[in-house]
């Protein structure tokens, strides 16, 4: 298959795509029509399809072009689909899902118009996409054979021969895989990591085999399983490591790339006996604006990089994973309620604890919840509550915070002034938002609140928590080692803690989350010891290697300080 493939697309002209468009931030008219276009897309398809002709308008975005065509084509409407997404054949980089996304939908249209050939040609391009994203022996690949046999036993019986060579191929490499416990499509290849994450979804399944693409963004009932993210060997600390170029060769390779390899589906009591009982869990629920895939690909690396001790787990929430969705978004916090109170109740099953990192507006709908979750099943409790760069109003958290407190073992906010996300929502929110630390930080009694404005951030300056290595060292001190803030190698503090809460300022120069996972696993390992034995380590290491150690024994004295 991939010989034809490769060939088939050396004969179209398929060289590569240019970089995807650069995405302006939305204006409040562009959101609201947008959600115009969400709540009538069941009732009226059509009236809505008139909105989103005037949304691409305004602002063109592939993420938008992508939902207005599937909604053309369940209308009936393919020729509108195509229209929408043409231009989007080549928008996407292999490693990227919504490329393979892209093509099946073109081949829908086309199946629908009675292009066959085109059809056809489509779906090779898609499972090609799909063959250089999770490579040429992924289960994943003989779904899209099944779709594939008919039309090409219609239209080239010849390659017939090669389409069964190739099931064959990925059916035996199956097979040897299950029996020794490897991942398939990934046998010649030990060195990365493979981490496994417990999930929960309200979003709406899509049916499809491919765990990229596996949920879409209409809510849905609670869906749980696991999934499986490999880590490459040389993997950096607060990086989700991805191919960098936008040629069509380029593909994902896990020794080199962060990779969703697999999924699988459970029953919620499979689920709960499997995910809930001794050991500690860490919970990731990511914001606004994000996949299944990617949220999945974070969690995995956030565990990863914490080297959390126990089970990692993940939810998400059914985000459009679109610039322009945020109004859209923001309206389902409500209705997920239901799913996510379910999903914390497994969550919080046995004698382990459940430590939470809720992101931007994914505070949202864990703090919606966990308030009511925690009404049900008073005798419940969270570990450590992180509150990274929440996109909440300060006046709900203020007046929702002292129920959710008394159920964790403490609570901490991450905040920024330059988190130019928040700042937009409070422009479409009318009010402060709890992440942004402009003018005062949120101060609470029970709560601590570090401002990470020191530290260096993405273009928005929003996802800050998990990509620098010094914000992982401190996050890793409050959820792995129940460090209190004083404790901390990473903060200093602004203000003494008090009946109205405390603030911490992120040291520009403080730990590594490197230098934190070692020394508290040597203070767990030599208790007192630990000091000395850091010094030993500093005096036998090489050049290279003593700033480290110098640091581990700095977290070590700090600690012991306190």
């Known amino acids: 298959m991939r010989k034809f493939l490769v060939s088939g697309l050396v004969c179209l002209g398929v060289l590569g795509a240019g970089p995807a468009p650069a995405q302006d931030v939305p204006d ?32 063109d975005d592939p993420d938008m072009r992508l939902d207005f065509a599937r909604t053309a084509l369940a209308a009936g409407d393919p020729d509108r689909a195509l229209a929408y997404i043409k231009r989007l054949k080549f928008g996407f980089e292999p490693a990227d899902p919504r490329a393979a996304d892209v093509l099946d939908i073109m081949t829908l249209a086309y199946t629908a118009l009675g292009d066959d050939a085109a059809a056809l040609e489509h779906a090779l391009l898609a499972y090609n996409a799909v063959e250089k994203r999770l490579g040429a022996e992924n289960p994943a690949l003989l779904v899209r054979l099944d779709a594939l046999e008919p039309m090409i036993r219609a239209q080239n019986p010849a390659l017939m021969a090669e389409v069964r060579k190739m099931r064959r191929h990925i059916e035996k490499v199956q097979d040897t895989d299950a029996s020794d416990g490897r991942i398939a499509g990934m046998r010649d290849l030990q060195e990365p990591t493979a981490v496994q994450v417990w999930y929960g979804t309200n979003r709406q399944p899509t049916g499809q085999a491919d765990p990229a693409l596996a949920f879409g963004t209409e809510i849905g009932a609670l869906s749980v399983g696991t999934l499986t993210v490999t880590i490459p060997p040389n993997h950096l600390a607060g990086l989700i490591e991805r191919p960098t170029g936008w040629f069509f ?13 697999e999924m699988q589906t459970m029953t919620k009591d499979v689920f709960a006996q499997g995910c809930c009982d001794a050991e500690d869990r860490l919970l990731f629920i990511h914001g606004y604006n994000v996949s299944f895939h990617d949220g999945a690909l974070r969690a995995a690396q956030l565990s990863y990089d914490l080297e959390f001790p126990g089970t990692s787990m993940y939810y998400s929430w059914p985000s459009k994973s679109s610039l322009y969705g945020y109004l859209s978004d923001a309206n389902n916090v409500v209705a997920s309620r239901p799913a996510m109170e379910t999903f914390f109740e497994m969550a919080t099953r046995g004698s382990g604890k459940l430590h939470v990192v809720a992101h931007s507006m994914g505070n949202r709908y864990a703090l919606e919840a966990l308030e009511t979750f925690f009404l049900k099943y008073p005798d419940r409790t969270l570990g450590q509550l992180v509150l990274a760069a929440p996109d ?10 002292e129920g959710i407190r008394a159920h964790t073992d403490g609570v901490t906010l991450y905040a920024s002034k330059h988190d130019l996300a928040l700042q937009i929502s409070r422009r479409v929110n009318g009010a402060a938002r709890a992440g942004d630390a402009n003018g005062t930080p949120l101060q ?50 602004r203000t003494t803690a008090s009946s109205t809460g405390s603030v911490w300022d992120v040291r520009p120069d403080g730990c590594p989350v490197q230098e934190v996972r070692t020394a508290g696993d040597m203070m767990r390992v ?26 581990v024994m700095d977290v070590i004295k700090l600690r012991a300080a306190n």
Do not use: K, M
């Open 444 to 493: 609470l009694a029970g709560l601590d609140t570090v401002d990470a404005s020191l530290v260096e951030a993405d273009s928005l300056g929003h996802s800050y928590f998990a990509d620098a290595p010094e914000l992982l060292g401190d996050i890793l001190g409050v959820v792995r080692l129940g460090w209190q803030p004083s404790e901390r190698c990473g903060v200093a503090a």
């Open 249 to 261: 060769t380029e593909q994902l390779d896990p020794t080199q790339h962060v990779v969703l390899a």
């Open 526 to 551: 030599h208790g007192q010891d630990a000091l000395s034995q850091a010094q030993t380590r500093l005096q036998s290491a090489e050049s290279a290697d003593q700033s480290f150690w110098l640091g």
């Open 392 to 401: 909440v109003d300060r006046a709900e958290l203020a007046a929702r915070f």
């Open 28 to 59: 409040l008219e562009t959101l609201t029509l947008y959600a115009e276009f969400e709540t009538l897309r069941s009732a009226s398809p059509s009236d809505a399809l008139d909105i989103a002709d005037q949304v691409l308008a305004r602002a």
